[in-house]
């Protein structure tokens, strides 16, 4: 996804129903942000979804779209945005059209459970990929031919997955920095006072925004994973719960995830004992600030 040259890099984003709304803004607001500070616009993207008809996300607010996803020969990057029941949607027709158009396309990006819709067409075969965490066992057993990695995105050659809506936005961060340089990240970054956790593995390691496994065109990792000991995110779902996917829609009274009533840590560190949770967030962000400014003077020097 270069876009060096003056012309704005373009993308396509097919939304499936019941979507989160954090997720669509993971994605297409990082590319608006991008184009006011860089006062030209360096992107421009265009939403479909599977029928033509506007998305009902899972908070009720509907997205509208350009229209229909109906690919011909286009080349531009295409993402595949999904949250929950993506079974609903992979028809067969919907699966032909994605697998006619991975001939064309330069990267394909199935973001959250949008991995699933693209391991269905077999355009996962072979590639490392990373999905939400409580769909990461059922993921592999359903398809041992993708490697899964336990990281918040993963890059792997023409393949793009995330495992979430704030590992998407690690992702368009790491993707705005290759085009278009690691200060321009960062003002997007700051724009929206977004801090990403980090750890103190990797800060001498080339500099990139986000958490991912960086692989050569075989495949095989060229570096550690995040943290540099190979920790990820680790299911935490209690014995015998569903997945989302698997959530009846009568299961409870809680709205917005289907009645579910598991129990979900935040991936990453350990929760600290007796710290209130904006103890606990405000830590994180004083670490993580020291240590992003800390990679940046290693780039900033790098450079010299």
């Known amino acids: 996804m270069d876009s060096s040259t003056s012309q704005a890099q373009h993308l396509d984003l097919l939304i499936l129903p019941e979507t989160n709304l954090i997720l669509v803004a ?12 860089a006062g030209r616009p360096l992107y421009s993207w265009a ?25 011909q020969r286009e080349t531009a990057p295409l993402f595949v945005l999904s949250s929950y029941h993506w079974q609903r949607s992979a028809t067969v027709q ?35 990929a990373t999905t939400h965490w409580e769909d990461f066992e059922d993921f592999s057993a359903a398809y041992p031919q993708v490697t899964m990695v336990r990281d918040r995105f993963v890059i792997d050659r023409k393949r793009i997955t995330t495992g979430g809506s704030l590992p998407t936005l690690d992702l368009m961060l790491e993707l705005i920095r290759r085009a278009h340089g690691y200060s321009l990240a960062l003002e997007v970054s700051r ?13 001498l390691q080339v500099p990139a925004i986000g958490n991912m496994r960086i692989l050569d065109a075989r495949g095989r990792c060229s570096g550690k994973a995040y943290g540099g000991d190979g920790r990820g995110t680790a299911d935490t779902r209690p014995a015998g719960a569903p ?12 709205q917005g995830d289907d009645g579910c009533r598991s129990a979900r840590a935040l991936s990453g560190a350990p929760a600290q004992r007796g710290a209130s949770q904006g103890d606990r967030d ?5 670490r993580y600030r020291g240590d992003f400014r800390l990679q940046f003077l290693v780039f900033i020097f790098a450079q010299l």
Not at 27 to 36: G, H, T
Not at 101 to 127: K, Q, V
Not at 282 to 286: C, E, P, S, Y
């Open 243 to 254: 997945g989302r996917h698997q959530c009846p829609a009568s299961a409870g009274s809680l």
């Open 26 to 37: 993971s994605v297409v607001e990082p590319l608006r942000a991008a184009n006011r500070i």
């Open 282 to 286: 405000a830590d994180g962000v004083r």
């Open 191 to 203: 724009l929206f006072i977004y801090e990403q956790e980090r750890t103190r593995g990797d800060l």
């Open 47 to 71: 939403l479909f979804s599977p029928d033509g008809n506007a998305i009902e996300t899972k908070s009720g607010i509907p997205i509208p779209v350009a229209g229909a996803f109906r690919p």
């Open 94 to 128: 919907l699966k032909m059209f994605l697998s006619q158009t991975a001939r064309h396309r330069e990267t394909m990006a199935g973001i959250e459970s949008g991995s699933w819709l693209l391991a269905e067409a077999s355009l996962l075969d072979n590639f490392s």
